[in-house]
Structures are given as C-alpha cells and as structure tokens.
T-cell receptor, first 116, second 111 residues
Framework: ETGVTQTPRHLVMGMTNKKSLKCEQHLGHNAMYWYKQSAKKPLELMFVYSLEERVENNSVPSRFSPECPNSSHLFLHLHTLQPEDSALYLC???????????????FGPGTRLLVL | AQSVAQPEDQVNVAEGNPLTVKCTYSVSGNPYLFWYVQYPNRGLQFLLKYITGDNLVKGSYGFEAEFNKSQTSFHLKKPSALVSDSALYFCAVRDVYKLSFGAGTTVTVRA
C-alpha cells in the first residue's frame, strides 16, 4: 500500500463544508483513478486521468471536482455533499502503455468519508 | 459492456481446506480479468490477473486462478486456506479505462 497513499484516512464533514481528498502515487505511473465504494454496492469508477488529462467522468455530480496537477498527484474536491455521499473513496494508479489499458491498477487505502 | 458476477456472497472454509471463490464474466472480445482482496479498513490489494497465455495464473499469497473460456469463468483458488485469508474478494474485468467489479465475496476461514 505504500505505492499509493491517500490523506486523510477518515473525514467527517457537514453538508455545507468544502474539503479535499489527496492521493499520491510513488510508482511512476501515468494514469490515476477515483473510485467510490458504498456499502452493499459494487465499486464505481468516478474519474480517470491519463497523462494529467481527464479521460473519463462517469456521470459524477458536480459537487465532486477532480484535479490532477501532475502525474503523481490527484485530488478530489468536495463541496455541498449529501449524506448519501458517505462512502470509502479509493484512489488507484496504473501505467498506461497505450496497449489497450491492460495494466494492473494499484489502489490506495482509501478515505472513509462521513457526511452529516 | 464488460461485466463479472460473483455468485456467492459468502464462503466459509476450515483452515487447511481448499478455498474456491467463483467468478463468471461476460465480455465482447478478449477478457482482461483481475482478482483483488480487501482487508477491513484497507484498500484493494492486487492478487493476480489474466491477460493472455496459460489458463492457470499464479498470484500473490499462494493464490491461483483458472481461466475457462468455455464456461466463461475465472475462479480463484488456494489449495490450503489460512485464517489470515479471511477478507473480501473482488473479481474485476477491464473495460477500456475502468475496472468493472463484482459485488464481492466475503471469505471466512475458521481455525
């Protein structure tokens, strides 16, 4: 897990707060992902960045705003969230070699978010 | 769209017995299949993957998986389970950018 780190590990926020989740990968990868893991639901892809450009926005509400300033860092900015947004948010990275996205995604430990 | 299914929510085995976690897939084209494990309050850890080649894939922690094209299955196996293997296991298939995950199977290994 040291390859992909996430901070904070736990976050409690009110619906009017603004907060940010941070992800950092130390694997030299060029693609990064945000996933959402809710209780009793399969993991859902939220965003994909490849070479610092967003290539996928999986119909995520605008109250979630990603940012990828470089290939090692990925942020998820949160504002005016709803209680149903409470979940485990997982970051992942992989090396896109331009061969059909076969490469393994490596995950961080996640941020456990509770929205009150 | 690519998808996987894990037909069992829970698997219970005694320590030392064989462990099998089932996964079936539905894809168009070549399947890129993965297994991950998640321990409590942790992220997903990669176990193994099938891209092409040998149908029997060996991975981390003594796990292996058998790719069966005719049965569209990719079952995870371990010959002798340990109590420390108790965790949540996910099968996944690569669909362009994303991994599409199964619902997960909770494995409990009793001493």
């Amino acid at each position: 897990e040291t390859g992909v780190t996430q901070t904070p590990r736990h976050l409690v926020m009110g619906m009017t707060n603004k907060k940010s989740l941070k992800c950092e990968q130390h694997l030299g990868h060029n693609a990064m992902y945000w996933y959402k893991q809710s209780a009793k639901k399969p993991l859902e892809l939220m965003f994909v960045y490849s070479l610092e450009e967003r290539v996928e926005n999986n119909s995520v509400p605008s109250r979630f705003s990603p940012e990828c300033p470089n290939s090692s860092h990925l942020f998820l900015h949160l504002h005016t969230l709803q209680p149903e947004d409470s979940a485990l948010y997982l970051c992942a990275s992989s090396q896109d070699r331009g061969t059909g996205w076969q490469e393994t995604q490596y995950f961080g430990p996640g941020t456990r978010l509770l929205v009150l | 769209a690519q998808s996987v299914a894990q037909p069992e929510d829970q698997v219970n085995v005694a320590e030392g017995n064989p462990l099998t976690v089932k996964c079936t897939y539905s894809v168009s084209g070549n399947p890129y299949l993965f297994w991950y494990v998640q321990y409590p309050n942790r992220g997903l850890q990669f176990l193994l993957k099938y891209i092409t080649g040998d149908n029997l894939v060996k991975g981390s922690y003594g796990f292996e998986a058998e790719f069966n094209k005719s049965q569209t299955s990719f079952h995870l196996k371990k010959p002798s389970a340990l109590v420390s293997d108790s965790a949540l296991y996910f099968c996944a298939v690569r669909d362009v950018y994303k991994l599409s995950f199964g619902a997960g199977t909770t494995v409990t290994v009793r001493a």
